[in-house]
């Protein structure tokens, strides 16, 4: 995230020398601001890998996201961002891959993981609450929920005309994410709107496509 801040004050110098001071201010503030973060560290760091389970349990390390998240968002603003929408997490225990990990012979849905994003999502939004109050803090931040909307589509989405709702388009479906969905290397499904999921981490074109009417 600090990275994400460093690309930011770059583009503000670039822009600065094409359009000036002033207008850069003004594009700046009229702009929206999109964040998504804290799934990966849950989904992957967390529950994955041996180097944050031992030291925290989920409680303390929603809050220690949490920093984070605060942290991000005032400085952001400090940047002059005025308005920014927030995407809570997704019920992670439902993504194909967090299945095959966690969800035993049957690959259901594994309920720590989505313990763990209801829990995030609920003290997301009691910051996202406590920062607009704030009068010292000069940005709205809007919180975008796609927990109940995905969890939908993951366990219901035959009501919505798809007939996978487990496994990704991409090889096994199982496990494969990102580049290992390189066609090159890597069949991909012929009926891809039939499934929610891309590969075993994304959701496919249409199954976005119902996200964001949803946001909207």
Same mark, same amino acid.
């Given at each position: 995230m600090d990275q994400e801040l460093e690309f930011?004050?770059?583009?503000? %110098?670039? #822009?600065?020398?094409?359009? &000036?001071? $002033?207008? /850069? %201010?003004r594009i700046i503030a009229g702009a929206f601001f999109f964040v998504v973060t804290g799934? +990966?560290?849950? $989904?992957?760091?967390?529950f994955m890998t041996p180097y944050r389970a &031992? +030291?925290?349990?989920?409680? $303390?390390?929603?809050?220690l996201l949490l920093v984070g998240a605060e942290a991000f968002l005032r400085n952001t603003s400090a940047r002059g961002a005025r308005k920014m929408g927030f995407t809570g997490m997704p019920p992670i225990g439902?993504?194909?891959s967090q299945r095959t990990i966690g969800g035993g012979p049957r690959r259901r849905c594994e309920a %720590? %993981?989505?313990?763990? $994003?209801?829990m995030y999502n609920k003290a997301l939004q009691q910051l996202i609450d406590r920062l607009n109050a704030d009068p010292t803090f000069?940005? #709205?931040?809007v919180y975008f929920d796609i927990y109940?909307?995905?969890e939908e589509l993951a366990v219901h989405g035959d009501r919505w005309g798809f007939t996978e709702l487990t496994h990704g388009c991409c090889g096994s479906g199982l496990i494969?994410? /990102?580049?290992?969905?390189? /066609?090159?290397?890597? &069949?991909?499904?012929? +009926?891809?709107?039939?499934?929610?999921?891309? +590969?075993?981490y994304h959701p496919t074109q249409r199954a976005y496509e119902i996200i964001v009417d949803h946001i909207f």
């Open positions: 930011f004050d770059e583009y503000r %110098r670039r #822009l600065v020398g094409i359009v &000036g001071e $002033a207008e /850069t %201010r799934t +990966d560290d849950f $989904a992957n760091t967390y &031992g +030291d925290y349990d989920i409680p $303390a390390y929603v809050d439902c993504v194909p %720590r %993981r989505n313990y763990a $994003a209801l000069h940005t #709205l931040v109940d909307i995905i494969e994410v /990102t580049m290992l969905c390189d /066609t090159r290397y890597m &069949g991909v499904c012929d +009926d891809v709107d039939k499934h929610v999921f891309f +590969d075993s």
